[in-house]
Protein backbone atom coordinates (compact mmCIF):
# COMPACT_ATOMS: atom_id res chain seq x y z
CA UNK A 1 0.00 0.00 0.00
CA UNK A 2 1.05 3.50 -0.74
CA UNK A 3 1.18 3.87 3.02
CA UNK A 4 3.41 1.17 4.19
CA UNK A 5 6.03 1.97 1.90
CA UNK A 6 5.54 6.17 2.28
CA UNK A 7 5.81 5.49 6.29
CA UNK A 8 8.75 3.28 6.59
CA UNK A 9 11.75 5.19 7.22
CA UNK A 10 14.85 5.94 4.73
CA UNK A 11 17.32 6.08 7.01
CA UNK A 12 16.23 5.41 10.54
CA UNK A 13 17.07 2.52 12.46
CA UNK A 14 14.34 -0.20 11.98
CA UNK A 15 14.31 -4.06 12.27
CA UNK A 16 13.27 -5.24 8.39
CA UNK A 17 9.75 -5.65 10.43
CA UNK A 18 8.20 -6.52 13.48
CA UNK A 19 7.86 -5.18 16.61
CA UNK A 20 10.73 -2.90 18.46
CA UNK A 21 11.40 -0.77 21.30
CA UNK A 22 14.34 0.29 23.55
CA UNK A 23 18.25 0.47 22.33
CA UNK A 24 19.62 -2.02 24.52
CA UNK A 25 23.95 -2.39 24.96
CA UNK A 26 24.84 -0.15 22.34
CA UNK A 27 29.07 -0.40 21.74
CA UNK A 28 31.57 0.06 19.96
CA UNK A 29 34.42 -2.85 19.97
CA UNK A 30 37.23 -3.99 17.73
CA UNK A 31 36.07 -1.65 14.80
CA UNK A 32 32.43 -2.56 15.25
CA UNK A 33 29.40 -0.52 16.13
CA UNK A 34 26.56 -2.98 18.10
CA UNK A 35 22.40 -1.83 18.18
CA UNK A 36 20.60 -4.44 20.21
CA UNK A 37 16.87 -3.57 20.97
CA UNK A 38 14.13 -4.64 22.32
CA UNK A 39 12.21 -7.09 19.56
CA UNK A 40 9.62 -9.23 19.07
CA UNK A 41 10.10 -12.41 16.47
CA UNK A 42 6.39 -12.78 15.95
CA UNK A 43 4.48 -9.35 15.16
CA UNK A 44 4.32 -5.91 15.11
CA UNK A 45 3.16 -5.38 18.92
CA UNK A 46 4.79 -5.43 22.12
CA UNK A 47 5.19 -8.95 23.71
CA UNK A 48 7.97 -11.94 23.48
CA UNK A 49 10.45 -10.17 23.77
CA UNK A 50 14.27 -10.83 22.71
CA UNK A 51 17.45 -9.06 21.84
CA UNK A 52 17.49 -8.26 18.71
CA UNK A 53 21.10 -7.66 16.86
CA UNK A 54 22.61 -5.38 14.38
CA UNK A 55 25.98 -4.42 13.18
CA UNK A 56 27.51 -1.24 11.74
CA UNK A 57 30.97 0.40 10.65
CA UNK A 58 29.70 4.07 10.10
CA UNK A 59 26.21 3.95 12.24
CA UNK A 60 24.08 4.44 9.25
CA UNK A 61 24.38 1.13 7.30
CA UNK A 62 23.25 -1.96 9.69
CA UNK A 63 23.43 -5.52 9.22
CA UNK A 64 20.36 -7.06 11.19
CA UNK A 65 22.13 -10.00 12.90
CA UNK A 66 20.62 -13.01 14.31
CA UNK A 67 18.45 -12.09 18.04
CA UNK A 68 21.56 -11.73 20.76
CA UNK A 69 19.59 -12.91 23.62
CA UNK A 70 16.19 -15.27 23.71
CA UNK A 71 13.60 -16.17 26.54
CA UNK A 72 14.99 -19.47 27.33
CA UNK A 73 16.14 -19.83 31.39
CA UNK A 74 13.71 -19.58 33.89
CA UNK A 75 15.20 -15.79 35.11
CA UNK A 76 14.06 -14.35 31.25
CA UNK A 77 11.59 -16.52 29.92
CA UNK A 78 9.00 -13.93 30.17
CA UNK A 79 11.42 -11.32 28.00
CA UNK A 80 15.16 -10.30 27.62
CA UNK A 81 14.02 -6.66 28.72
CA UNK A 82 16.37 -3.71 28.80
CA UNK A 83 20.07 -3.68 29.94
CA UNK A 84 23.92 -2.41 28.96
CA UNK A 85 27.08 -3.52 27.81
CA UNK A 86 30.22 -3.03 29.97
CA UNK A 87 33.45 -3.58 28.54
CA UNK A 88 35.57 -5.33 31.04
CA UNK A 89 39.46 -4.69 31.60
CA UNK A 90 41.02 -6.95 28.85
CA UNK A 91 38.49 -5.82 26.24
CA UNK A 92 35.89 -7.95 27.20
CA UNK A 93 32.22 -6.98 26.63
CA UNK A 94 29.49 -8.54 29.46
CA UNK A 95 25.86 -7.25 29.04
CA UNK A 96 23.89 -7.38 31.59
CA UNK A 97 20.04 -7.12 31.31
CA UNK A 98 16.89 -7.49 33.26
CA UNK A 99 14.86 -10.75 32.57
CA UNK A 100 10.99 -11.35 33.72
CA UNK A 101 11.25 -14.53 35.76
CA UNK A 102 8.69 -17.37 35.68
CA UNK A 103 7.36 -15.65 38.81
CA UNK A 104 6.72 -12.36 36.63
CA UNK A 105 9.43 -11.25 39.16
CA UNK A 106 12.13 -9.00 37.26
CA UNK A 107 16.48 -10.33 37.54
CA UNK A 108 19.21 -8.83 36.55
CA UNK A 109 21.39 -11.59 34.35
CA UNK A 110 24.80 -11.73 32.75
CA UNK A 111 25.96 -12.97 29.11
CA UNK A 112 29.40 -12.96 27.33
CA UNK A 113 30.15 -13.52 24.02
CA UNK A 114 30.86 -16.47 23.25
CA UNK A 115 33.60 -15.91 20.74
CA UNK A 116 35.41 -12.94 21.33
CA UNK A 117 37.10 -13.10 17.77
CA UNK A 118 34.19 -13.19 16.06
CA UNK A 119 33.99 -9.69 14.38
CA UNK A 120 30.12 -9.14 15.20
CA UNK A 121 29.53 -10.76 18.58
CA UNK A 122 26.92 -13.46 17.21
CA UNK A 123 26.49 -15.79 19.98
CA UNK A 124 26.07 -14.85 23.60
CA UNK A 125 26.22 -17.15 26.56
CA UNK A 126 24.63 -16.51 29.75
CA UNK A 127 26.22 -16.60 33.31
CA UNK A 128 25.75 -19.92 34.82
CA UNK A 129 24.81 -17.85 38.31
CA UNK A 130 22.10 -16.29 36.62
CA UNK A 131 20.08 -14.18 37.63
CA UNK A 132 22.77 -11.78 39.58
CA UNK A 133 20.42 -9.72 41.49
CA UNK A 134 16.96 -10.69 42.39
CA UNK A 135 14.41 -7.75 43.97
CA UNK A 136 15.00 -9.47 47.35
CA UNK A 137 15.43 -6.99 49.70
CA UNK A 138 13.40 -5.62 51.91
CA UNK A 139 11.15 -2.83 50.59
CA UNK A 140 11.60 -3.46 47.02
CA UNK A 141 9.05 -3.75 44.39
CA UNK A 142 9.37 -7.01 42.36
CA UNK A 143 7.93 -5.89 39.31
CA UNK A 144 9.51 -2.42 39.19
CA UNK A 145 13.69 -3.52 39.31
CA UNK A 146 14.86 -3.32 35.71
CA UNK A 147 16.86 -1.63 33.35
CA UNK A 148 20.62 -1.48 34.62
CA UNK A 149 23.43 0.62 33.47
CA UNK A 150 26.72 0.08 31.84
CA UNK A 151 29.13 -0.26 35.15
CA UNK A 152 31.84 1.69 36.31
CA UNK A 153 34.70 2.28 38.42
CA UNK A 154 34.17 3.62 41.67
CA UNK A 155 35.62 5.16 44.56
CA UNK A 156 36.98 1.72 46.10
CA UNK A 157 38.34 0.65 42.72
CA UNK A 158 34.92 -2.02 42.34
CA UNK A 159 32.06 -2.03 39.78
CA UNK A 160 29.63 0.17 39.76
CA UNK A 161 26.06 -0.25 38.41
CA UNK A 162 22.80 1.95 38.52
CA UNK A 163 19.51 -0.28 37.93
CA UNK A 164 15.76 1.29 38.39
CA UNK A 165 13.45 0.68 40.99
CA UNK A 166 11.25 1.53 43.34
CA UNK A 167 12.09 1.33 46.96
CA UNK A 168 9.72 1.92 49.73
CA UNK A 169 7.58 4.27 47.19
CA UNK A 170 10.32 6.14 46.24
CA UNK A 171 11.92 6.38 42.89
CA UNK A 172 15.40 5.37 42.74
CA UNK A 173 18.11 4.83 40.40
CA UNK A 174 19.80 1.68 42.80
CA UNK A 175 23.14 1.32 43.89
CA UNK A 176 25.17 -2.28 43.26
CA UNK A 177 28.56 -2.98 43.54
CA UNK A 178 30.71 -5.84 42.24
CA UNK A 179 34.36 -7.28 42.10
CA UNK A 180 33.86 -9.18 39.08
CA UNK A 181 30.84 -8.35 37.83
CA UNK A 182 29.22 -11.87 38.44
CA UNK A 183 28.66 -11.05 41.89
CA UNK A 184 26.73 -8.20 43.25
CA UNK A 185 25.71 -6.64 46.24
CA UNK A 186 23.37 -3.65 46.83
CA UNK A 187 24.50 -0.67 48.48
CA UNK A 188 23.06 1.05 51.63
CA UNK A 189 21.84 3.69 49.49
CA UNK A 190 20.70 4.64 46.13
CA UNK A 191 22.64 6.39 43.51
CA UNK A 192 19.86 8.88 43.70
CA UNK A 193 16.21 8.48 44.58
CA UNK A 194 13.23 11.12 44.43
CA UNK A 195 9.85 10.80 46.62
CA UNK A 196 6.69 10.42 44.37
CA UNK A 197 7.10 9.68 41.14
CA UNK A 198 6.69 6.72 39.39
CA UNK A 199 9.40 4.03 38.60
CA UNK A 200 12.47 4.92 36.80
CA UNK A 201 13.09 3.26 33.62
CA UNK A 202 16.29 3.17 31.82
CA UNK A 203 18.57 5.16 34.34
CA UNK A 204 21.55 6.32 32.39
CA UNK A 205 24.51 7.66 34.03
CA UNK A 206 27.20 9.64 32.63
CA UNK A 207 30.27 11.99 33.44
CA UNK A 208 30.87 15.17 30.50
CA UNK A 209 33.12 18.38 30.83
CA UNK A 210 31.54 21.86 30.39
CA UNK A 211 31.76 23.03 27.17
CA UNK A 212 33.47 19.94 25.40
CA UNK A 213 31.94 17.95 23.28
CA UNK A 214 34.25 14.77 23.31
CA UNK A 215 32.58 12.21 25.72
CA UNK A 216 33.97 10.64 29.01
CA UNK A 217 34.72 7.09 30.03
CA UNK A 218 32.84 6.68 33.40
CA UNK A 219 35.45 4.11 34.28
CA UNK A 220 38.58 5.95 33.03
CA UNK A 221 40.08 8.79 35.01
CA UNK A 222 37.53 11.61 35.42
CA UNK A 223 38.87 14.87 34.78
CA UNK A 224 38.64 17.72 37.23
CA UNK A 225 35.74 19.60 36.33
CA UNK A 226 33.65 17.24 35.33
CA UNK A 227 29.55 16.74 35.74
CA UNK A 228 27.25 14.22 35.62
CA UNK A 229 24.19 13.46 34.23
CA UNK A 230 21.49 11.45 35.20
CA UNK A 231 18.39 10.37 33.01
CA UNK A 232 15.75 8.31 34.16
CA UNK A 233 12.71 7.49 31.71
CA UNK A 234 9.56 8.32 33.69
CA UNK A 235 6.21 9.85 32.62
CA UNK A 236 6.16 8.98 28.81
CA UNK A 237 9.51 10.95 28.37
CA UNK A 238 13.32 10.94 29.09
CA UNK A 239 14.32 13.97 31.61
CA UNK A 240 17.95 14.54 33.51
CA UNK A 241 19.24 16.35 36.39
CA UNK A 242 22.83 17.54 36.23
CA UNK A 243 25.08 17.55 39.52
CA UNK A 244 28.39 15.50 39.99
CA UNK A 245 29.08 11.88 41.30
CA UNK A 246 30.03 12.54 45.30
CA UNK A 247 32.98 10.11 45.62
CA UNK A 248 32.77 9.89 49.97
CA UNK A 249 29.36 9.71 49.56
CA UNK A 250 29.43 7.58 46.42
CA UNK A 251 26.16 8.80 45.17
CA UNK A 252 24.54 11.90 42.61
CA UNK A 253 24.40 15.21 44.05
CA UNK A 254 22.00 17.48 41.61
CA UNK A 255 23.15 20.78 41.38
CA UNK A 256 19.58 21.88 41.69
CA UNK A 257 16.86 20.09 43.26
CA UNK A 258 13.67 20.63 41.64
CA UNK A 259 10.64 19.66 43.35
CA UNK A 260 8.48 19.63 40.48
CA UNK A 261 9.26 17.24 37.78
CA UNK A 262 7.39 18.72 35.45
CA UNK A 263 10.43 21.13 35.27
CA UNK A 264 12.91 18.79 34.58
CA UNK A 265 15.10 19.00 31.78
CA UNK A 266 14.47 16.82 28.87
CA UNK A 267 16.42 14.69 26.07
CA UNK A 268 13.86 15.58 23.32
CA UNK A 269 10.74 16.81 23.70
CA UNK A 270 8.76 14.86 21.62
CA UNK A 271 7.81 11.31 21.16
CA UNK A 272 11.32 9.89 22.27
CA UNK A 273 11.84 7.28 25.34
CA UNK A 274 14.24 4.98 26.87
CA UNK A 275 17.13 6.21 25.57
CA UNK A 276 20.40 4.83 26.29
CA UNK A 277 24.20 6.43 25.71
CA UNK A 278 27.53 5.13 25.12
CA UNK A 279 31.19 5.75 25.10
CA UNK A 280 32.31 5.72 21.57
CA UNK A 281 36.28 5.15 21.70
CA UNK A 282 36.45 5.10 18.09
CA UNK A 283 36.21 9.06 17.90
CA UNK A 284 35.95 9.99 21.52
CA UNK A 285 32.93 11.23 21.93
CA UNK A 286 29.44 10.26 23.62
CA UNK A 287 26.53 9.07 21.86
CA UNK A 288 22.55 8.71 22.75
CA UNK A 289 20.12 7.09 20.81
CA UNK A 290 16.40 6.83 21.62
CA UNK A 291 13.41 4.67 21.07
CA UNK A 292 10.68 6.86 19.12
CA UNK A 293 7.44 4.50 18.89
CA UNK A 294 4.56 4.68 16.54
CA UNK A 295 2.42 7.59 17.26
CA UNK A 296 -0.51 6.00 14.32
CA UNK A 297 -3.00 2.83 16.03
CA UNK A 298 -1.75 -0.79 17.35
CA UNK A 299 -4.35 -1.67 13.57
CA UNK A 300 -2.24 0.45 11.45
CA UNK A 301 0.91 -1.56 12.70
CA UNK A 302 -0.57 -4.56 12.59
CA UNK A 303 -1.44 -3.27 8.71
CA UNK A 304 2.20 -2.06 8.28
CA UNK A 305 3.76 -5.14 9.61
CA UNK A 306 6.50 -3.16 11.65
CA UNK A 307 6.20 -0.38 14.65
CA UNK A 308 9.16 1.83 16.26
CA UNK A 309 12.11 2.91 15.32
CA UNK A 310 15.25 4.55 16.97
CA UNK A 311 16.50 7.90 16.33
CA UNK A 312 19.37 9.06 14.55
CA UNK A 313 22.32 8.41 16.91
CA UNK A 314 23.60 11.69 18.40
CA UNK A 315 26.41 13.03 19.77
CA UNK A 316 25.42 14.37 23.37
CA UNK A 317 27.54 16.58 25.62
CA UNK A 318 27.48 19.37 28.19
CA UNK A 319 26.90 23.22 27.31
CA UNK A 320 29.70 25.49 28.78
CA UNK A 321 27.51 26.83 31.30
CA UNK A 322 27.25 23.42 32.94
CA UNK A 323 23.67 23.78 32.84
CA UNK A 324 21.87 21.53 30.53
CA UNK A 325 23.24 18.60 27.66
CA UNK A 326 23.32 19.34 23.71
CA UNK A 327 22.85 16.68 21.02
CA UNK A 328 23.38 17.01 17.59
CA UNK A 329 23.35 14.25 14.71
CA UNK A 330 26.35 12.19 14.22
CA UNK A 331 28.46 13.39 11.61
CA UNK A 332 28.18 10.26 9.74
CA UNK A 333 24.75 10.83 8.63
CA UNK A 334 26.04 13.50 6.45
CA UNK A 335 27.29 11.03 4.26
CA UNK A 336 23.74 10.62 3.20
CA UNK A 337 23.74 14.03 1.79
CA UNK A 338 22.92 14.77 -1.74
CA UNK A 339 21.52 17.61 -4.02
CA UNK A 340 22.64 20.65 -2.09
CA UNK A 341 21.20 23.60 -2.31
CA UNK A 342 21.78 26.93 -0.82
CA UNK A 343 20.40 29.92 -0.03
CA UNK A 344 21.44 33.37 1.40
CA UNK A 345 20.44 36.41 2.62
CA UNK A 346 16.62 35.96 2.74
CA UNK A 347 14.27 38.41 4.47
CA UNK A 348 11.00 37.23 5.86
CA UNK A 349 8.80 39.69 6.83
CA UNK A 350 5.14 38.97 8.39
CA UNK A 351 3.13 36.27 6.07
CA UNK A 352 6.22 35.36 3.89
CA UNK A 353 6.19 31.75 2.83
CA UNK A 354 9.54 31.02 0.99
CA UNK A 355 9.66 27.37 -0.55
CA UNK A 356 12.65 25.16 -0.31
CA UNK A 357 12.39 24.04 -4.01
CA UNK A 358 14.51 20.96 -5.57
CA UNK A 359 15.06 18.38 -2.73
CA UNK A 360 12.90 14.97 -1.63
CA UNK A 361 10.47 16.88 0.95
CA UNK A 362 10.15 13.28 2.40
CA UNK A 363 13.70 12.49 2.65
CA UNK A 364 15.68 15.71 3.81
CA UNK A 365 17.87 17.41 5.94
CA UNK A 366 17.56 21.53 6.63
CA UNK A 367 19.63 23.90 8.79
CA UNK A 368 18.50 26.85 8.56
CA UNK A 369 19.88 30.41 10.76
CA UNK A 370 17.35 32.70 11.72
CA UNK A 371 18.71 36.16 12.53
CA UNK A 372 16.69 38.87 14.75
CA UNK A 373 16.66 42.07 13.35
CA UNK A 374 15.49 43.77 16.25
CA UNK A 375 14.57 42.38 19.23
CA UNK A 376 12.04 45.54 20.94
CA UNK A 377 8.73 43.55 19.88
CA UNK A 378 9.70 40.54 21.99
CA UNK A 379 6.76 39.59 24.30
CA UNK A 380 6.75 39.17 28.00
CA UNK A 381 8.14 35.60 29.06
CA UNK A 382 5.97 33.89 31.52
CA UNK A 383 7.49 31.47 33.68
CA UNK A 384 4.66 29.29 34.42
CA UNK A 385 4.77 28.32 31.04
CA UNK A 386 7.82 26.13 31.59
CA UNK A 387 5.49 23.74 33.19
CA UNK A 388 3.52 22.89 30.15
CA UNK A 389 5.14 24.22 26.90
CA UNK A 390 2.80 22.08 24.75
CA UNK A 391 0.03 23.55 25.68
CA UNK A 392 1.48 26.86 25.11
CA UNK A 393 2.86 25.48 21.52
CA UNK A 394 -1.10 24.38 20.78
CA UNK A 395 -2.46 27.75 21.79
CA UNK A 396 0.27 30.04 20.24
CA UNK A 397 0.51 27.93 17.29
CA UNK A 398 1.94 28.54 13.88
CA UNK A 399 -0.36 30.96 12.21
CA UNK A 400 -1.21 33.06 15.23
CA UNK A 401 1.13 36.13 14.91
CA UNK A 402 3.53 37.34 17.71
CA UNK A 403 6.08 40.30 18.67
CA UNK A 404 8.82 37.66 17.45
CA UNK A 405 7.82 34.74 15.59
CA UNK A 406 6.45 32.35 15.10
CA UNK A 407 9.19 31.73 12.52
CA UNK A 408 10.55 28.19 11.54
CA UNK A 409 10.15 25.93 8.71
CA UNK A 410 6.82 24.28 6.82
CA UNK A 411 7.29 20.59 6.13
CA UNK A 412 5.36 17.79 5.09
CA UNK A 413 2.88 20.13 3.17
CA UNK A 414 0.10 19.32 0.59
CA UNK A 415 -0.11 21.46 -2.49
CA UNK A 416 -2.89 23.23 -0.91
CA UNK A 417 -1.66 22.95 3.49
CA UNK A 418 -4.28 20.83 4.01
CA UNK A 419 -1.83 18.33 5.61
CA UNK A 420 1.48 20.33 7.40
CA UNK A 421 3.49 20.19 10.05
CA UNK A 422 5.57 23.21 11.58
CA UNK A 423 8.75 23.20 13.43
CA UNK A 424 9.00 27.16 14.69
CA UNK A 425 10.32 29.25 17.19
CA UNK A 426 8.95 32.40 19.32
CA UNK A 427 10.93 34.58 21.52
CA UNK A 428 10.11 36.14 24.64
CA UNK A 429 11.95 38.09 26.97
CA UNK A 430 12.30 37.30 30.60
CA UNK A 431 13.75 39.42 33.28
CA UNK A 432 17.62 39.29 31.69
CA UNK A 433 17.74 37.37 29.18
CA UNK A 434 15.72 35.82 26.21
CA UNK A 435 13.32 32.51 26.31
CA UNK A 436 12.78 30.91 22.85
CA UNK A 437 9.93 28.46 22.24
CA UNK A 438 10.04 25.48 19.76
CA UNK A 439 7.30 24.23 18.92
CA UNK A 440 6.81 20.69 16.40
CA UNK A 441 3.11 21.00 16.08
CA UNK A 442 1.57 17.77 14.46
CA UNK A 443 -2.35 19.21 14.49
CA UNK A 444 -2.65 19.36 11.05
CA UNK A 445 -0.02 16.73 10.18
CA UNK A 446 -2.58 14.50 8.52
CA UNK A 447 -6.55 14.43 7.54
CA UNK A 448 -6.30 10.78 8.92
CA UNK A 449 -8.79 9.80 12.23
CA UNK A 450 -7.09 7.97 15.07
CA UNK A 451 -3.36 9.37 15.08
CA UNK A 452 -2.16 11.16 18.00
CA UNK A 453 -1.28 14.92 17.03
CA UNK A 454 0.46 17.39 20.04
CA UNK A 455 2.07 20.31 19.73
CA UNK A 456 4.92 19.59 21.19
CA UNK A 457 7.28 22.04 23.10
CA UNK A 458 10.31 23.05 24.78
CA UNK A 459 11.95 26.68 25.58
CA UNK A 460 15.87 27.03 26.14
CA UNK A 461 18.06 30.60 26.66
CA UNK A 462 19.01 32.96 24.78
CA UNK A 463 22.01 35.25 25.55
CA UNK A 464 20.82 37.96 23.25
CA UNK A 465 24.26 39.86 23.64
CA UNK A 466 26.18 36.85 22.86
CA UNK A 467 24.03 35.59 19.43
CA UNK A 468 21.83 36.88 17.65
CA UNK A 469 21.16 33.80 15.27
CA UNK A 470 18.63 31.00 16.53
CA UNK A 471 19.47 27.47 14.00
CA UNK A 472 16.78 25.22 13.12
CA UNK A 473 17.95 21.67 11.98
CA UNK A 474 15.43 19.19 10.64
CA UNK A 475 15.70 15.73 9.22
CA UNK A 476 12.63 14.44 7.51
CA UNK A 477 12.90 10.76 7.18
CA UNK A 478 8.69 9.73 5.41
CA UNK A 479 7.21 8.75 9.12
CA UNK A 480 10.21 10.57 11.52
CA UNK A 481 10.89 14.15 11.95
CA UNK A 482 13.56 15.10 14.38
CA UNK A 483 14.61 18.84 14.92
CA UNK A 484 17.39 20.11 16.57
CA UNK A 485 16.62 23.55 18.01
CA UNK A 486 19.56 26.49 18.89
CA UNK A 487 22.20 23.83 18.73
CA UNK A 488 20.97 21.38 19.95
CA UNK A 489 19.56 23.12 23.46
CA UNK A 490 15.82 21.47 22.27
CA UNK A 491 15.23 18.63 19.97
CA UNK A 492 11.60 17.41 19.30
CA UNK A 493 11.11 14.09 17.98
CA UNK A 494 7.60 13.64 15.79
CA UNK A 495 5.85 10.94 13.94
CA UNK A 496 3.82 11.87 11.23
CA UNK A 497 1.48 10.00 8.71
CA UNK A 498 0.01 12.02 6.30
CA UNK A 499 -2.30 10.68 4.07
CA UNK A 500 -2.87 12.89 1.07
CA UNK A 501 0.47 13.18 0.92
CA UNK A 502 1.11 9.66 0.96
CA UNK A 503 -1.33 9.12 -2.11
CA UNK A 504 0.33 11.92 -4.19
CA UNK A 505 3.40 11.28 -3.76
CA UNK A 506 4.33 14.92 -3.70
CA UNK A 507 5.10 17.22 -0.92
CA UNK A 508 6.97 20.73 -0.25
CA UNK A 509 9.04 22.20 2.27
CA UNK A 510 8.53 26.16 3.21
CA UNK A 511 10.49 28.51 5.66
CA UNK A 512 8.03 31.02 6.95
CA UNK A 513 7.90 33.90 9.30
CA UNK A 514 4.18 35.05 11.03
CA UNK A 515 6.07 37.36 13.56
CA UNK A 516 5.67 41.37 13.26
CA UNK A 517 9.34 41.54 13.31
CA UNK A 518 11.28 40.74 9.89
CA UNK A 519 13.44 37.92 10.14
CA UNK A 520 16.81 37.58 8.31
CA UNK A 521 17.84 34.34 7.11
CA UNK A 522 21.60 34.68 6.62
CA UNK A 523 21.85 30.85 5.26
CA UNK A 524 19.47 27.90 4.64
CA UNK A 525 20.96 24.64 3.31
CA UNK A 526 18.92 21.80 2.14
CA UNK A 527 19.96 18.41 1.06
CA UNK A 528 17.83 15.42 0.03
CA UNK A 529 19.07 12.29 1.99
CA UNK A 530 19.62 9.01 -0.12
CA UNK A 531 18.90 5.54 1.77
CA UNK A 532 20.98 3.88 3.77
CA UNK A 533 20.78 0.33 3.91
CA UNK A 534 19.16 -1.06 7.52
CA UNK A 535 18.85 -4.57 8.03
CA UNK A 536 18.24 -5.01 4.71
CA UNK A 537 21.85 -6.96 3.71
CA UNK A 538 20.77 -10.92 3.47
CA UNK A 539 21.23 -11.01 6.96
CA UNK A 540 19.15 -12.62 9.42
CA UNK A 541 16.39 -9.90 9.75
CA UNK A 542 15.39 -10.22 6.10
CA UNK A 543 14.07 -13.24 6.14
N1 LIG B 1 10.97 -1.35 28.14
C1 LIG B 1 11.63 -2.54 28.57
C2 LIG B 1 11.81 -2.39 30.03
C3 LIG B 1 11.86 -0.91 30.18
C4 LIG B 1 10.81 -0.44 29.23
C5 LIG B 1 10.82 -3.73 28.17
C6 LIG B 1 10.97 0.98 28.80
O1 LIG B 1 12.98 -3.03 30.50
O2 LIG B 1 11.66 -0.51 31.50
O3 LIG B 1 10.83 -3.86 26.77
O4 LIG B 1 10.41 1.24 27.55
Known amino acids: SPASTMYKTAFHFQPAKNWMNDPSGPMYFNGIYHEFYQYNLNGPIFGDIVWGHSVSTDLVNWIGLEPALVRDTPSDIDGC ?47 ANNPVLRP ?147 KGRRIVWGWSRETDSPSDDLAKGWAGLHTIPRTIWLAA ?69 EKHCGEAGASVPGGIGPFGLVILASDNMDEHTEVYFRVYKSQEKYMVLMCSDLRRSSLRPGLEKPAYGGFFEFDLAKERKISLRTLIDRSAVESFGGGGRVCITSRVYPAVLANVGRAHIYAFNNGNAMVRVPQLSAWTMRKAQVNVEKGWSAI
Open 136 to 282: DEPGMNVIEFRDPTTGWIGPDGHWRMAVGGELNGYSAALLYKSEDFLNWTKVDHPLYSHNGSNMWECPDFFAALPGNNGGLDLSAAIPQGAKHALKMSVDSVDKYMIGVYDLQRDAFVPDNVVDDRRLWLRIDYGTFYASKSFFDSK
Open 81 to 127: WTGSVTILPGGKPVIIYTGGNIDQHQTQNIAFPKNRSDPYLREWIKA
Open 321 to 389: DGKQLLQWPVEEIESLRTNEINHQGLELNKGDLFEIKEVDAFQADVEIDFELASIDEAEPFDPSWLLDP
